[in-house]
């Protein structure tokens, strides 16, 4: 069966500091692999997603960016974390056709 | 562009009942639909995925319904218990296109009392 981690669980960092959260699926091969943000009362934000290595498109123009080295891989990154970074981050993924979404349990990251 | 809503933003009902949660889309052209649960704290938990050519799916005591021509989607939950108690959130997909985002209400927070 298909499993997805998703890793730190929770993390606090200062403003003006780097950032990396990683997402891995095991037990299937090239799947879409979607980055989400939500934010307290404002709904489900969709930020990255990528269909294959090197194929990653971005939804929202911010200071954050996507990376996929391997296929079952999603990263995401920031060079310099605003305040306004903070939320809970979400990875999630699925096959093609009419395959569900799933998640993994997400990153609560607070900048401080 | 696709507006997905969900009434009521919370309900609260005591362990036994049945209970149905509404979700509703502006534009019927969608390809499939997605119910999740999501706990406190924690990532959605898919539950049901129903395709735009159904009409309904049914897992335990969950059931999805799908009208598309009136926009609308119901999770009915029978016999509701307290474990049910988390957020219901509703996700329309417009296409089939591997690139085709997902468009999410805003949920329902289910309290289901002992």
Redesign the interface.
């Known amino acids: 069966s298909q499993t997805i981690h998703?890793w730190p669980a929770t993390l606090v960092q200062p403003v003006g500091s780097p950032l990396s959260l990683e997402c891995t699926v095991e037990g299937t091969s090239n799947p879409?692999l979607y980055w989400y943000r939500q934010a307290a009362?404002r709904?489900?934000q969709?930020l990255f997603?990528s269909?294959g290595i090197d194929q990653i498109?971005s939804?929202v123009p911010q200071n954050l960016s996507a990376s996929r080295p391997q296929d079952r891989q999603f990263i995401l990154s920031s060079k310099k974390l605003l305040l306004s970074d903070s939320g809970f981050y979400?990875c999630?993924w699925r096959q093609?056709?009419?395959s569900?979404?799933?998640?993994?349990?997400?990153t609560?990251l607070t900048v401080t | 562009k696709q507006e997905v809503t969900q009434i009521p933003a919370a309900l609260s009902v005591p362990e036994g009942e049945n209970l149905v949660l509404n979700c509703s889309f502006t534009d019927s052209a969608i390809?499939?639909l997605?119910w999740?649960r999501q706990d406190p704290?924690?990532?959605?938990?898919?539950l049901l995925?129903i395709?735009s050519s159904q009409r309904e799916q049914t897992s335990g005591r969950l059931n999805a319904s799908l009208d598309k021509s009136s926009g609308r989607s119901t999770l009915y939950i029978a016999a509701s218990q307290p474990g049910d108690s988390a957020t219901y959130?509703c996700?329309v997909r417009p296409g089939?296109t591997?690139?085709s985002?997902?468009t999410?209400?805003?949920?329902t927070q289910l309290t289901v009392n002992p």
Request: hydrophobic fraction near 30%; aromatic fraction near 10%.
């Open positions: 998703q879409n009362g709904g489900l969709l997603y269909i498109s939804e979400l999630a093609g056709g009419h569900p979404l799933h998640f993994g349990n997400g609560r | 390809y499939n997605q999740f704290g924690k990532g959605l938990t898919s995925l395709q959130l996700a089939e591997s690139g985002r997902l999410f209400g805003e949920g």
